[in-house]
């Protein structure tokens, strides 16, 4: 796709990211770069049971490594937030999830 929207391809481009949870933990991400017809997308997986997801979205004309430098931000506050207690009761008012 890179070829045929003449997007420039990223030499470099990380398949996994690792951060600090809240209490400590390691945290690891899956990471997916894509490139579509008109836009370009980064996407980071948890890799275990919570299965959170962040994401960012950008034209064929963005900076990949801004687009990574967001990312890696939302991860850090996606891990900052606890929406659900480990018994299942939401913490706070706000719940939140995907549909795959």
């Given at each position: 796709m890179a070829d045929l929207t003449g997007t420039d391809m990223v030499?470099?481009?990380?398949?996994r990211l690792s951060f600090k949870g809240r209490v400590g933990n390691t945290r690891e991400f899956d990471?997916?770069?894509?490139i579509l017809p008109n836009s370009?997308?980064?996407?980071a997986t948890e890799i275990g049971k919570t299965k959170r997801k962040v994401g960012v979205c950008g034209t064929l004309e963005d900076d990949f490594d801004?687009?990574?430098e967001t990312l890696k931000r939302r991860i850090k506050k996606a891990l900052s937030v606890t929406y659900m207690k480990?018994?299942?009761y939401i913490s706070g008012s706000k719940a939140v999830g995907y549909i795959e």
């Open positions: 030499d470099i481009i990380p398949k990471i997916e770069f894509l370009k997308s980064l996407t801004e687009m990574l480990p018994d299942g």
